[in-house]
């Protein structure tokens, strides 16, 4: 049975050739083909000998997957369907769909991509939640999300890359996986993308955020806090329950950032439900003596019950937040008419009654 290689890391790349009887260095050749060239085919690996090239033709396997369905945005956004194998999951792994979404803008692309294959958190806003978890996904499937999407738009690519981990799962529920992919994706000898420009969001899985702050290589943080006391987050994301607020708070605080970084907390605007000013003056509260910043992502209006809050509302969250020094930005999710809020697109798909993208 052929190795997969997508996932692995330089020193397993390493190993991996030795075992081959080739020299260790072959696989640091390898590392930087597959990564930092981007190439696939073993054919096109020309750093490599013709005769060492066939023999991983034979003996291993680049496993991207195919684009299933593609939804361009007319706000140049484009949502990916990708299936995922179940033969890259070492065996054990079901076949699984995750979405990715690539948003180009001005000098910059931004590729949003999923860790778990739907989702065990239970966030009631997000439709994710109604598949449940189906699996986890490898480093491999991980990373090739971002690969798969920057190989789409080859001819148009930014100088800049962002990724956000923000599409199915919760990243720090698959920790392992989703840190290789991620050591990857920051190696400079691999896709070389800035630690400033990767973010990791999490609903506020304590444990993994402690663990995460002992990274030497780690990515930006985002929180998905979406409330601004117990009894309403303990309504909307479950995981309160587990990990409250004062908890949760306690841990981002002891979170080292460094010199140019800041936390970021996401905020989902539901009308009528997190939306009030009062809300806003014990999200200020909350986050005194932090250095973080507020995302507010007004509720797009869909299949859950949860209304969009009043363009005056959201006018009025922000600028209690600004008035009192909380950095504050309202974010409005792109790709609106591809279904591009978390989840969707995968459930839409699999519900086939319901309209889909072109
Ligand atoms: S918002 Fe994120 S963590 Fe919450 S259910 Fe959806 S995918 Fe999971």
Request: glycine content about 6%; aromatic content about 6%.
């Amino acid at each position: 049975m052929p190795v997969e290689l997508l996932g692995k890391s330089q020193q397993e790349l390493r190993e991996w050739m030795a075992s081959l009887g080739e020299p260790a260095y072959r696989g640091g050749q390898l590392y930087h083909a597959l990564y930092a060239e981007r190439r696939f085919a073993f054919a096109e690996m020309t750093n490599l000998p013709a005769a060492l090239r066939e023999r991983l033709g034979r003996e291993a396997t680049i496993t991207l997957p195919a684009i299933a369905r593609k939804y361009n945005s007319t706000d140049g956004s484009a949502r990916y369907l990708l299936p995922l194998d179940a033969g890259q999951g070492e065996g054990r792994a079901r076949p699984a769909s995750v979405e990715a979404v690539f948003m180009p803008s001005e000098g910059r692309q931004t590729i949003c991509i999923s860790t778990q294959a739907g989702c065990a958190v239970d966030c009631k806003f997000c439709l994710t939640a109604t598949l449940g978890l189906v699996r986890n996904l490898t480093a491999g499937e991980i990373l090739a999300q971002a690969l798969v999407t920057l190989a789409d738009n080859q001819g148009s690519l930014a100088p800049r890359t962002n990724v956000v981990l923000m599409g199915q799962g919760e990243p720090l529920l698959n920790y392992e996986p989703t840190m290789a992919a991620v050591r990857i994706l920051l190696d400079p000898n691999a896709l070389a993308i800035s630690p400033r420009h990767v973010t990791l969001s999490t609903s506020g899985i304590v444990p993994g955020i402690e663990r995460l702050a002992l990274e030497k290589v780690r990515p930006k943080l985002a929180v998905s806090l979406n409330a601004s006391n117990d009894a309403q987050r303990d309504a909307i994301m479950p995981i309160n329950r587990k990990y409250p607020i004062a908890e949760l708070l306690a841990a981002c605080r002891r979170y080292p950032l460094r010199p140019w970084e800041h936390l970021t907390f996401e905020y989902v605007l539901l009308g009528g439900v997190n939306d009030s000013a009062d809300d806003a003056r014990r999200l200020v509260s909350l986050l005194s003596g932090m250095r973080a910043k507020v995302n507010l992502i007004p509720w797009n209006p869909g299949e859950l019950p949860f209304h969009s809050p009043a363009e005056a509302a959201v006018e009025e969250f922000r600028a209690v937040l600004v008035r009192k020094d909380v950095p504050a930005f309202v974010r409005y999710s792109r790709g609106q008419d591809i279904f591009a809020a978390c989840g969707q697109l995968a459930v839409i798909e699999s519900a086939p009654a319901l309209p889909a993208g072109n």
